[in-house]
C-alpha cells in the first residue's frame, strides 16, 4: 500500500474515534482536601470529603457522575465573607452522599444581625443547596448564615437523619438590637418532587420545613424546636403543591405548628391533598395551625388567586397545645378558594383562643 493511502487511512480513523468522555470512570476513588481537588475528583465514583475551609466568597461545587458515592470524613468550614452565596452545591443523579455526621459550619454569627435575608448584611444562601437525587444521610450543619437546605431534586430523593442547629441564633448579638440574631434560618426549602425527609432535627427562627412547589413529598419522624414549625408556602403565582404528608412529627415551641401560606396577589396556583398524620406540637406561642391566603400579612385581607382543596388531619391523631394568647386554628380564605374534602376528625387542640374561620365551611369533625 502507498505511504498516502496509509497515513490517510489513519487520518480517517482519527477522525472517526469518539473524543474520550472526561465524565466517565470505571470506579477510581477522588479524595478532596481543598478546592483545587474538586475537578479530579468528581471524575471518580467515590468522592472522599475530607476536613477543610473553603475559602471566602467560593461556593464548594460538586458536580457528580452518575451513581456517585460521597463520604464526608472531616469538618467542613467556610470562610466569611459577606456575599450572595451558595456555600455548597451538588449535583448529579443517583448519589448516595453520606455525612457521617461530620460538622459543616456556615459561620453564621459572622452574618447574623437580626434581618436574615431580608435586609442587612447579605449573607450567603442557601448553605447547601441539593440538586442531587438518591440518598443523603447524617449530615451536620451548624450556624447556617441564613436558610440551610435548598431542595430541587431531578429524581426520587430521600434525606435522613440530618441535624440543622442554629440554636446559637436564638440570642441577641451587637447588630440585632436586641432581637433573636438569626432570622431566616429555613432548615429545609423543597421545590421538587419525590422528595422524603425523615429522622432529622431542627433548632432555628425560620420554618423547620417549607415546601414552595412539587408534588409527593413526604416529611416524617422529625423533631423541630422553635421556629416557625412546618409550612406549605408562601404560594406564589403559577405554581402546584399536590400530595404531601406530613407525619409523625414533634414540633415544640415555634411560633404555629403547621401553617399554610399563599401570596395574597398569587394567581393560577393550587395546594391540594395535604394530609397530617399522628403529630405532636407543643406550646405553639401564636398559632397552632394558621391558613391564611393574606401572606404577607396573617391575617389580613385575602386573595383568592390560589385554590386550596382537600387539606386532611386523619386517621390517626394529631395533638397540638398552644399558649393560652395563642390562637389554636386561624383560617383566612379568599372567598370560594377553599374547596374538597377538609376531614380534621383527627386534630384534638388545646390551651389557647379560638381562632377566626374564615371563608372555610368545607371542615368537618372538628371544632375549637
Not at 3 to 25: F, G, Q, R, V
Not at 130 to 150: E, M, R, W, Y
Not at 176 to 185: D, E, F, M, Q, V
Not at 301 to 315: A, L, R
Amino acid at each position: 500500500m502507498f505511504p498516502w493511502i496509509i497515513l490517510a487511512s489513519l487520518s480517517t480513523l482519527a477522525k472517526a474515534a469518539p473524543a474520550p468522555d472526561h465524565k466517565s470512570s470505571s470506579g477510581c476513588i477522588g479524595t478532596i482536601s481543598s478546592l483545587s481537588d474538586v475537578s479530579t475528583a468528581v471524575l471518580c465514583t467515590t468522592v472522599n470529603i475530607n476536613a477543610f475551609t473553603v475559602p471566602a466568597g467560593e461556593t464548594f461545587n460538586l458536580d457528580l457522575l452518575d451513581g456517585t458515592t460521597v463520604n464526608v470524613l472531616g469538618e467542613i468550614q467556610f470562610g466569611n465573607m459577606s456575599w450572595a452565596g451558595p456555600l455548597f452545591e451538588v449535583k448529579g443523579t443517583n448519589i448516595q452522599f453520606n455525612g457521617n455526621g461530620q460538622i459543616w459550619d456556615g459561620g453564621g454569627p459572622f452574618y447574623w444581625d437580626g434581618q436574615g435575608s431580608n435586609s442587612g448584611v447579605t449573607k450567603p444562601r442557601p448553605m447547601m443547596k441539593i440538586k442531587i437525587s438518591g440518598t443523603l444521610s447524617d449530615v451536620h450543619v451548624v450556624n447556617s448564615p441564613a436558610q440551610c437546605f435548598s431542595v430541587s431534586n431531578p429524581g426520587p430523593l430521600t434525606i435522613t437523619g440530618v441535624t440543622v442547629d442554629n440554636s446559637e441564633g436564638d440570642y441577641p448579638n451587637a447588630q440585632s438590637g436586641g432581637l433573636p440574631a438569626g432570622h431566616n434560618t429555613d432548615g429545609f426549602d423543597v421545590s421538587g418532587s419525590n422528595v422524603v425527609v425523615q429522622k432529622s432535627t431542627v433548632t432555628n427562627q425560620d420554618d423547620c420545613m417549607t415546601i414552595n412547589r412539587g408534588s409527593n413529598i413526604v416529611f416524617q419522624h422529625n423533631y423541630c424546636y422553635g421556629g416557625h414549625g412546618i409550612s406549605i408556602g408562601s404560594i406564589v403565582s403559577n405554581v402546584v403543591v399536590n400530595n404531601v404528608q406530613v407525619k409523625s412529627n414533634t414540633v415544640v415551641n415555634s411560633q404555629q405548628a403547621f401553617r399554610i401560606k399563599t401570596d395574597k396577589s398569587a394567581t393560577n396556583s393550587m395546594v391540594s391533598n395535604v394530609v397530617y398524620v399522628d403529630n405532636t406540637a407543643i406550646n405553639c406561642t401564636k398559632y397552632g395551625i394558621l391558613v391564611t391566603q393574606s401572606y404577607p400579612a396573617s391575617l389580613g385581607t385575602p386573595g383568592n388567586g390560589v385554590t386550596i382543596s382537600d387539606i386532611g388531619f386523619y386517621p390517626d391523631t394529631t395533638t397540638l397545645t398552644t399558649t393560652s394568647d395563642a390562637y389554636m386554628t386561624a383560617i383566612n380564605c379568599g372567598e370560594g378558594s377553599c374547596t374538597g374534602t377538609w376531614d380534621w376528625s383527627g386534630l384534638d387542640t388545646s390551651g389557647g383562643e379560638v381562632g377566626p374561620m374564615k371563608n372555610v365551611d368545607v371542615i368537618t369533625g372538628y371544632t375549637q
